[in-house]
């Protein structure tokens, strides 16, 4: 058995779709489709789309097309999956693969968004050099500060965050904009890119770069998610209703990064490609060339969009690792540390890089991380179509079966490409260096065949075993470790539940002081990704299992004649807490405390000391004797 938390906890159900109709109702829901949809204009798009243009003018167009409308697909069965179900992607996986498959997917996802996070830094020092002349090495140092920057705006609440994404898609499209109307692109020849051709190595190498700077794996886990920010009636026409709102967004959202791909190819393409300058790979050739061929405003617009681009994405790094890091590993660190961690993993390759492959290596690894994103695209996607097409979990709003069709032949399509790809390179990297063939047949050979087995894995696990709605786990022996105590004077005594053993020593403990004359408030904060940025109550599949795992603790007290309520708090779970105090009266307050040492507290944030600073009333902290 195991326990859901909500996703994104602090900020789970914070904003309200219920009473509002006509654009107040839309407004309400647009928001999280924009919120992926920069991770689909991230500068890891910028090196893919800049080299198809540049080295096949406008014949790549019709990749960009596809993966755009895969992208479509794919994140409206993510949207389903987090508004029907209440669960995203890493905690449906949770549910339905073994813990050790879970630890699998948990590393292949996080490299993916330290891939994602590459690029970004990679994109973010890139525009600071453009701009201000400002050398790679310090602009790479200098993202480390976007870290606070996001905190700052997570704290300010979620529609705070939307708001500030959206303005940054405005300064990207703007740009681009009048980009467009500077290089004059060949419209005939623009329209002929929309045709589909055959791909050689090269093509097919930039297309799956394409493909994975696109449709992005963690935009999917973090979709799922996000969708759960918005307090919907859980009618059935209240879901569907969640479901039609969300589909425009997605839409919308997309189409605009469309825009934004489509218009950075196409500069190449016009610009580049139409000139004669067939390589350019690099994000600052393409700035030079632009001021040579167009003049200042081009290059300066095009920075501008590159920095804007880079900011805007390192967000959906970060919450997609939160998601990620609780919903398969059911593991929970203070998101600063987990941002900080996240982006030293990937500014380190960029320093390598930078020392020993030069300033020129910095595009090349830029092309890389997108082809990265794309193999690791399949152990998302393959449950994704699983999850929305089970009847049993997901009942009358399970996919209709061409949908199902479609999303099967997409991820055959995206599988297919990444093992021809895969298979191609090891045999070029063998090729071109005798003396690497040994790394290569027992090293690297051997891990691909072991992903593939793994993927293969991740396909039938489904189809074997279908997956079951799962409970939370009621600490067992409540019951018989609760005496009859002496009363006490408290009237009000809160008590912090958090499913451990540490609940029985704390209600023993609370009971001692107030004895069957007292009111006990039975705490328990909700503190997933979701709830930090949205924080109100939503009846999902985490909420109910929470609220009926809490009853169980009011019921054994009741048939001991005690009197208790629950009260379920949604973000940081000190302010929580603090809350419910103030709220409900509470008199004294009965914590557990689970013991951690300094290093711990570091990582897992201490919430016994700041909770004592934030109430006006006794606080007891009870500990497990050692054994």
């Not at 870290?147 to 704290?155: E, K, P, V, Y």
């Not at 390759?349 to 930078?354: D, E, F, M, R, V």
């Not at 179509?385 to 209709?400: L, N, R, Y």
Request: include cysteine; charge should be positive.
């Amino acid at each position: 058995m195991s326990t859901n938390s909500e996703s994104l906890s602090s900020v789970h159900s914070s904003v309200e779709t219920q009473n509002k109709t006509g654009w107040r109702k839309i407004l309400a829901f647009i928001g999280p489709a924009y919120l992926i949809s920069v991770g689909y204009m991230d500068p890891g798009n910028w090196a893919t789309d800049l080299q198809a243009g540049s080295q096949f003018g406008y014949k790549l167009v019709w990749v960009l097309l596809m993966s755009n409308l895969i992208a479509l697909l794919l994140q409206s069965l993510s949207a389903r999956l987090g508004i029907v179900r209440g669960l995203d992607i890493a905690q449906a996986s949770k549910n339905t693969y073994p813990r050790f498959i879970n630890f699998c997917l948990y590393v292949l996802a996080q490299i993916a968004i330290i891939a994602c996070d590459l690029a970004e830094i990679i994109g973010m020092a890139i525009g600071l050099q453009l701009l201000f002349g400002l050398p790679l090495i310090w602009g790479v140092s200098i993202t480390m500060l976007d870290t606070i920057l996001l905190l700052f705006l997570l704290n300010k609440g979620m529609r705070r965050l939307e708001g500030f994404i959206v303005s940054l898609i405005f300064i990207v499209g703007f740009s681009f904009l009048i980009e467009m109307i500077i290089v004059k692109p060949d419209l005939p020849e623009l329209a002929k890119g929309f045709i589909p051709s055959p791909l050689n190595h090269d093509a097919l190498y930039i297309a799956i770069g394409i493909i994975g700077a696109t449709v992005m794996p963690h935009n999917l886990y973090l979709h799922s998610s996000l969708v759960q920010t918005r307090k919907i009636d859980r009618s059935d026409a209240g879901i569907r209703s969640a479901l039609k709102f969300n589909f425009w967004d997605t839409t919308i959202a997309l189409n605009l990064a469309f825009f934004v791909n489509a218009a950075i190819l196409i500069l190449a393409a016009s610009a580049f490609f139409r000139n004669g300058y067939h390589q350019v790979a690099e994000i600052q050739d393409a700035h030079k060339l632009l001021s040579n061929i167009f003049g200042p405003m081009a290059p300066k617009l095009f920075a501008i969009a590159l920095i804007a681009a880079g900011q805007s994405s390192t967000v959906t790094g970060t919450l997609a690792g939160q998601i990620i890091m609780e919903g398969h590993l059911n593991l929970r660190i203070a998101p600063w540390l987990r941002r900080l961690l996240t982006r030293l993993l990937a500014i380190l390759p960029a320093y390598l890089t930078l020392l020993y492959a030069g300033e020129n290596g910095l595009g090349r690894l830029l092309v890389l991380s997108q082809v990265v994103l794309s193999l690791q695209l399949g152990f998302a996607v393959i449950p994704l179509i699983h999850f929305t097409s089970d009847k049993q979990t997901m009942g009358k709003f399970v996919i209709k079966p061409w949908i199902k069709i479609l999303a099967w032949i997409f991820a055959i399509l995206i599988v297919g490409l990444n093992a021809r790809l895969v298979i191609e390179e090891i045999n070029k990297w063998s090729d071109a260096n005798p003396q690497s063939r040994y790394i290569v047949h027992y090293v690297i050979t051997p891990i691909a065949i072991a992903v593939g087995v793994l993927l293969l894995y991740v396909f039938i696990k489904p189809l074997i075993s279908k997956t079951t709605k799962s409970t939370a786990a009621v600490p067992h022996g409540i019951a018989v470790a609760i005496q009859e105590l002496d009363e006490v004077s408290y009237n009000r005594i809160g008590i912090a539940i958090d499913f451990s053993n540490n609940d029985q020593i704390a209600i023993k403990h609370a009971i001692t002081q107030g004895g069957k004359k007292a009111m006990y408030t039975l705490i328990h904060v909700v503190e997933t990704a979701g709830a930090r940025y949205h924080g109100t109550q939503v009846m999902d599949y985490e909420t109910q299992s929470d609220f009926a795992n809490m009853e169980q603790y009011v019921t054994a007290l009741e048939q001991l004649g005690y009197q208790s309520v629950t009260r379920i708090g949604y973000g940081n779970r000190a302010n929580a807490i603090a809350k419910v105090v103030r709220d409900e009266g509470v008199d004294f307050l009965v914590m557990g405390s689970h013991g951690h040492k300094a290093m711990k507290d570091l990582i897992y944030g201490t919430t016994v000391d700041t909770v004592r600073h934030l109430v006006n009333v006794p606080v007891l902290v009870v500990k497990p004797a050692k054994k």
